[in-house]
Each structure stands twice: as C-alpha cells, then as structure tokens.
C-alpha cells in the first residue's frame, strides 16, 4: 500500500500509528514504543504473535524514502534520563559497546491493527546524543558491503576487468 491509498483511499477517522522497537542484548528488556497514542497499543508482529508498545514522548524523522535502501531514521525520545541512561550502564558494566543497539520501524492503520503498512525496517543505531529534551539517535540499514577481502584486484589475477577501466 501506497501513502497514496492510505490517504486517499481511507476514512478520515484512519490514524497511521508509528511504532519502534529498540533492543540490545544488554538491555533490561526490549523497548516497544508508539508515538501517537497515548494509551498504548496491542498490534500483531510479523511473526503472528501480539505485542503491546507504550507510549513515550518521540519524535521520529524519516530521511529519505521509504523505499531506499539507505533508510535513516531520526530519533528524538523525551527520555529526561529515565531509560537510556540506565540501559547505557548496563551495556557499560556488561562490556558491550561492540554491539549496536538495533531499531524496528513499522506503521499500523487505526482500523486494522493486525497488519503491518509499512515496514518493519531493521537498522542499527550509529549514534547517540543528549539535550535537555533527553536522547536523541540516528538509526540507518546496517552496512552490508564493508567487510574487507584483503584481495587485491589487478589486471594481472583479473583480465576481465581491463574492459571496465
């Protein structure tokens, strides 16, 4: 479904609700967070099984498309040192800042809670800061092309590539 159909085609009562989910393997438990509904919501997941996501006071900025691949996710949680500071220790006591914190974007329709609309996009977070509104992140798809193969490409090993320079 397009935003097209979703704004076009739908009664003007539809919310589309934006949910995240942030997790680490040193964290006390795996953060489900709606943005726009001050109640929580019950939504089923991908994998059939219903999850409840609390409220908290964020603002989510999408840069770019939903569709590219390079998906960078802007996340700005009024946290006023509640939750991230005390998940950072943890990490901190556990030794585990060489594992990324992982983010899962998804939006649900008001009326149908059972089917996911868009998403869910799967992103590491790369970096964190904070203000005196609390934590703010940026989350982005996790590189998949930055391994190293330590060969090297000459035209010696690899005459093909002589028709490309």
Request: with cysteine; proline share 4%.
């Amino acid at each position: 479904m397009s935003y097209a159909d979703f704004f076009l085609n739908c009664n003007y009562d539809v919310i589309q609700y934006e949910l995240i989910e942030i997790e680490h393997p040193n964290f006390s438990k795996i953060y489900r967070i709606v943005r726009n509904n001050t109640e929580g919501i019950t939504v089923k997941l991908e994998n059939g099984i219903y999850y409840t996501f609390d409220y908290y006071p964020l603002k989510i900025t999408l840069a770019g498309d939903k569709d590219n691949l390079d998906q960078i996710v802007k996340i700005e949680l009024g946290d006023l040192g509640e939750i991230v500071s005390k998940e950072f220790d943890l990490i901190r006591s556990a030794n585990g800042f060489s594992t990324k914190p992982t983010v899962k974007y998804r939006t649900y329709r008001s009326d149908d809670l059972d089917n996911i609309l868009f998403g869910p996009y799967n992103m590491e977070v790369d970096t964190f800061s904070f203000n005196r509104e609390g934590c703010v992140f940026e989350a982005k798809a996790p590189s998949l092309n930055i391994g190293r193969t330590g060969e090297i490409y000459s035209i010696d090993r690899f005459p093909m590539l002589k028709g490309l320079l």
